[in-house]
Every structure is written in structure tokens, then in C-alpha cells.
């Protein structure tokens, strides 16, 4: 999965959160509140954006509106996907505590933990 | 000569015998000694080359460095206490061992180190995308039905759960996750991880280089249960690993990560057995053994050579 720079992120981030299509101006309009970006600066990304088929486009008037091809929900889920498939092997970048099991192992480590738990007499876990 | 032969035959035994400590009982036990017992064999197995280069060396530092004549005794008891070296072929190894290697271990450290830290800094800004921060528990939280719960290292470093997870799990589950997460944290295991993964790197066919790190990977996930079984209970670690383990897609289960998770939730079933406080006392005094041997045996031809009068230093 192809991680955005920091402005792409910015760009993704404000157009996520309008949920409707957006001009250049308008995102322009909105990550200048925080800083101080040129018009160029922002139409250069999010035109490579639509490059890496991140963003539709569509022409309004005499100005593109932008469009995010996955929505948030999407690319939270990609992402996920990525960390835990390789989570195993990358533990000097992100450490994870869901542990990798077959079906039949964890059934077993099921029984032996309810064992446990009746026999420490705790009572069973309140499920949230 | 014969210390570097000395210092060689010790390095090639460690690399030889080191592999041994994975079937040892008390890893899992003492898991923190264990991950020091690793370090001390891997560096101490860099370590003798690296010596055992230096004292090939000396002979020609000591005769050929422009030494005033007032030296020139010392130089040569120290020569050869150490042993003429035949000069071609032993400067070469000499240089390899001494030059070369430190320097190829030490790239590949901080190859690991900066790839590490790019990645990190990639995954931080992925994260805070889709993530919203959870004030009350001090997380970040994806919304998604996935069990997912990790810890990104790293100055900002952050905990990240998804909904799936908060709502699969219950309350002391959940403390013992966030424990767990924060236990490797606050100790920084990644960077134990780091440099275990860099010896891989620098030389990938050492069986004990690899044992280590997959080893120290191993011994870290066993130190944060530790943690989290200490702030809440150690049924409830182990049974949020079974609850978040059934919540997987199914898929092919690695044989070694399967291993390495019956073995954390069978630990956490039975109480604690804290190891024998003498044995832990000789585990460490070996391990010091370990570290401290290759040194002797490189420092002893000098000591011996100032001791005796030829040498006034």
C-alpha cells in the first residue's frame, strides 16, 4: 500500500472530512487556515493524487472537482490489512498483539482458558 | 598469534554452541535474562573476530609505527608475546576482521535503524488518518471490525486498537492489552529487535544470528504479558490473546507464530514460576563470563609484556 507524503495526507484528510467533491480553491482554502500553501503548490498534488488513482475528477464550470476513490472507512481497512499481514515480521516497526492461531489451536487454548478461569473463581469477564 | 587463534577458536565455538539456547528451560521463565543472554553471545560472537583481528595487528602497529628507540624493547616483547604475524597474509585477515567487519556490522545497524525509522514515520501518518484519539483510554482507534491492536514505536509513538478489538474484549482484557502494548513501549523492545535484525542483515547465513533474533522477538511479546499480567490478571492476558486469535480471518497460521502464541497463553495459564535466584545468579555470572573472556585473552599478551622489566610503562 502506497503511504501519502504530508501534504497528500493533508489533501486526503480535508477531503474526507468535506464528503462531498472539492475544487482545488476550496482545499486550498481550508489547509490555509493552519498554513500558508501557494495554489500551485496544492493543484500539483492533488493532480498527482489523481495520478496514483487516489482522486476522481470531474470537470465543473472551468474548475476540476476532486473526489477520493476510497473513502476513509476503505483506507482504514487497507491499511489494517497491510499491518496485520506483515506484523510478524516487522516488530522494529510496530509491535502487535494479536497472535496468529489455527482454528483448532484456539479452541483448545479456549477450553484451557475457561479452566483456568473457573478454577481462579474470578467471575467471567463482563463483556463491554 | 596464538591469542588470536585463542580469540578465533572461542568465536567459532559461540557461533556453534550460542544456537543451543533456544532449547534451554529457563528462557521462558526468565525471559529479560534471556534476552541479555542473546545480546551477550551475539556481541561477544562479533566481538572475538573483531579482537582476534586487532591482536593479528599488533606485531605490525608496534614494529612499523615509529616507535623511538626508548620503545623500541617494549615493542618488540609485545610483538612477540603476541607473536609475529606473517605480514602479508596476516595484516589482510588482520585488517578484515579488525577494519572491515566493525565497519559492515556497524552500516548495517544503522541501515536497520534509519529503514525503521522511515517506516515508522510513514505508518504514524497512515494512522492518524483514519484514526480518531480516544482521550479516556489514551489510544488512537480505527474504525473497523478487524481484531487489530499494536504499538508504533517512536518519539510520538502511539497505541492503536480498532472498534472490532474494544468491542470483543472485556474490560480487564482490554487493560492487559493496553498494558501489554505499553510494557514494550516503555522498554523500548523494538530497538532490542533492531539490532538483533541488523546482525541477520549483516551476516544472514549464522544460524545464531538468527536463532537471536528470532528468539528476542519471542522473549519480548513473554516481558509484556509480564507487565500486563502484573496490572491486571494473568487469565485475562491470556484470554484476550484467545478471543482476538478467534476473531482472524482463518488463514494459514505460520507453524513458528503459532508456536510462539500457545506458548504465551500456556505461561500465563500456569502461575508464576520465578527462576531459582542462584541459578539466576550463575546464569549471569556465565553471561558475564562470556563478555568479559575475549578481552582477557586479547589484553593478556600486553599485560604480561608491561609486567615484565623489558616494558616501563
Not at chain 1, 476532486?66 to 510496530?94: K, N
Not at chain 2, 534471556?34 to 593479528?56: D, H, K, P, R, S
Not at chain 2, 482507534?141 to 504499538?151: E, Q, T
Not at chain 2, 563470563?289 to 609486567?307: D, E, K, N, Q
Request: glycine share 6%; hydrophobic share 50%.
Amino acid at each position: 500500500m502506497r503511504p501519502f507524503g504530508e501534504l497528500e495526507a493533508a489533501i486526503m484528510a480535508e477531503l474526507w472530512r468535506r464528503g462531498e467533491p472539492a475544487t482545488v480553491r476550496d482545499v486550498l482554502g481550508a489547509l490555509n487556515s493552519s498554513r500558508n500553501l501557494a495554489y500551485t503548490t496544492v493543484m500539483t498534488v492533488m493532480d498527482n493524487l489523481h495520478k496514483k488513482n487516489q482522486l476522481t475528477r470531474e470537470m465543473s464550470g472551468r474548475a476540476w472537482l476532486y473526489r477520493p476513490v476510497r473513502s476513509r472507512a476503505e483506507h482504514a481497512a487497507a491499511l489494517l490489512q497491510h499491518v496485520l499481514a506483515e506484523s510478524g515480521d516487522q516488530q522494529e516497526v510496530l509491535m502487535h498483539f494479536v497472535a496468529e492461531l489455527q482454528p483448532d489451536a484456539v479452541a483448545q487454548l479456549r477450553t484451557a482458558v475457561e479452566a483456568a478461569r473457573s478454577e481462579s473463581q474470578a467471575p467471567p469477564g463482563d463483556r463491554a | 598469534m596464538s591469542a588470536s587463534l585463542a580469540l578465533a577458536a572461542i568465536g567459532v565455538a559461540i557461533l556453534v554452541l550460542g544456537p543451543r539456547l533456544v532449547d534451554a528451560g529457563w528462557t521462558a521463565q526468565a525471559p529479560r535474562l534471556a534476552i541479555l543472554a542473546w545480546q551477550a553471545l551475539t556481541f561477544t560472537a562479533v566481538a572475538t573476530f573483531v579482537l582476534a583481528g586487532v591482536t593479528l595487528l599488533i606485531p605490525i602497529t608496534t614494529l612499523a609505527g615509529g616507535l623511538g628507540r626508548v620503545f623500541h624493547a617494549c615493542a618488540e616483547s609485545v610483538a612477540n608475546a603476541y607473536g609475529s604475524a606473517e605480514f602479508p597474509s596476516g595484516a589482510l585477515v588482520g585488517i578484515l576482521l579488525a577494519g572491515l567487519m566493525p565497519l559492515w556490522v556497524l552500516s548495517c545497524v544503522t541501515w536497520e535503524l534509519v529503514s525503521g525509522w522511515l517506516r515508522r514515520r510513514e505508518l504514524h501518518r497512515s494512522i492518524d488518518m483514519v484514526a480518531e484519539p480516544d482521550r479516556g483510554l489514551g489510544v488512537l482507534v480505527v474504525d473497523a471490525s478487524a481484531p487489530a491492536a499494536f504499538c508504533v514505536p517512536g518519539r510520538t509513538s502511539r497505541i492503536v486498537v480498532t472498534t472490532g478489538t474494544l468491542d470483543a474484549l472485556s474490560h480487564d482484557e482490554l487493560r492487559g492489552v493496553l498494558a501489554h502494548e505499553a510494557a514494550h513501549l516503555r522498554a523500548r523492545h523494538n530497538l532490542a529487535v533492531t539490532m538483533s535484525q541488523a546482525l541477520v542483515r549483516a551476516f544472514p547465513r549464522v544460524r545464531l544470528f538468527r536463532a537471536a533474533s528470532a528468539q528476542t522477538r519471542q522473549l519480548i511479546e513473554l516481558l509484556a504479558d509480564d507487565a500486563a499480567a502484573a496490572s491486571v490478571d494473568r487469565v485475562s492476558v491470556a484470554s484476550a490473546i484467545v478471543s482476538l486469535a478467534e476473531m482472524r480471518a482463518p488463514a494459514a497460521a505460520m507453524a513458528m507464530a503459532q508456536e510462539g502464541a500457545v506458548l504465551r497463553v500456556s505461561r500465563l495459564l500456569q502461575p508464576l514460576t520465578p527462576i531459582d535466584p542462584w541459578r539466576h545468579r550463575l546464569l549471569a555470572g556465565g553471561l558475564w563470563g562470556v563478555l568479559l573472556t575475549p578481552v582477557l585473552i586479547a589484553g593478556l599478551p600486553t599485560l604480561s609484556a608491561a609486567l615484565s622489566d623489558l616494558c616501563n610503562i
